[in-house]
C-alpha cells in the first residue's frame, strides 16, 4: 500500500477513533452514575469500563479525573471509603495538573475527597481540603456556583461540629441556609446533595 494511501487513511480514521472512544466513555459514564442512585450493584461494571476508556485520553484528562470521581462516589456509597480516598486523590491531583489550582471542577473533587475523610474521621485531613475548596468557590463568584459553596459550607459545619466547634458551625450553617435560600432549588435539595 503505497505511504500517501496509509497517511490519508490516518487522517481520516483517528478522528473517528477518537469519536468512538468518547462516545464510549459517555455511554459508560452515564450509565455508571445513574446505576450509582438507582441499582448500586449495577453501577461498578460499567464505571471500571469508563475509567479504561478515559485512560486512553491522557494522563492529564478531565475525563479520567471524572471516572475516577464517579467510582469514587460509588465506592464511598459502599463504605469502602479507602479505595475512595485513592481514587479522589488521584483525580484531584489530575484535576490540579491539568485545570489549574483554582478551577471549580478541583474544588468539587476537594470537597468530595474532604467529605469522604469526614465520614472516616480524618478531620485533621478533612478540614484543609474543606478549606481550599471554599476559597475556590469565592474565588469564583459565579452565580451558578454558589449551590457548589453552599454544599461545602454546610459539608464543612457538618465536620466543624463533630470537633466540638459548634459556633464556627453554625455561622457557616447560617450563611449556607442563606445561599439555599436564595436559590430555586430549596433545603430539601441540599440536604439530598450533603451528609
Not at 469508563?50 to 484528562?61: P, R, S, T, V, Y
Not at 478540614?127 to 469564583?140: F, G
Not at 451558578?144 to 466543624?160: G, P
Amino acid at each position: 500500500m503505497p505511504t500517501r494511501m496509509i497517511i490519508t487513511m490516518f487522517v481520516v480514521l483517528s478522528p473517528l477513533t477518537a469519536y468512538a472512544q468518547e462516545t464510549a466513555w459517555k455511554r459508560y459514564i452515564d450509565a455508571g452514575q445513574k446505576a450509582t442512585w438507582q441499582d448500586r450493584d449495577e453501577a461498578e461494571k460499567p464505571l471500571l469500563r469508563a475509567l479504561k476508556e478515559a485512560e486512553n485520553f491522557g494522563e492529564q484528562d478531565p475525563r479520567l479525573a471524572k471516572s475516577l470521581q464517579a467510582l469514587a462516589t460509588l465506592y464511598r456509597l459502599e463504605d469502602k471509603h479507602q479505595e475512595a480516598v485513592l481514587l479522589l486523590q488521584r483525580a484531584v491531583a489530575i484535576t490540579e495538573k491539568g485545570l489549574g489550582p483554582e478551577h471549580h471542577t478541583l474544588a468539587a473533587y476537594l470537597n468530595d475527597l474532604a467529605f469522604t475523610n469526614t465520614h472516616q474521621d480524618k478531620y485533621a485531613e478533612a478540614e484543609p481540603l474543606y478549606l481550599r475548596a471554599l476559597t475556590i468557590w469565592e474565588k469564583a463568584g459565579r452565580p451558578e456556583e454558589d449551590i457548589h459553596l453552599a454544599i461545602s459550607l454546610h459539608n464543612y459545619a457538618v465536620l466543624l461540629q463533630k470537633m466540638d466547634r459548634n459556633a464556627e458551625a453554625e455561622k457557616l450553617e447560617e450563611r449556607s441556609k442563606a445561599i439555599w435560600d436564595n436559590q430555586q432549588w430549596g433545603r430539601t435539595t441540599a440536604r439530598s446533595l450533603s451528609c
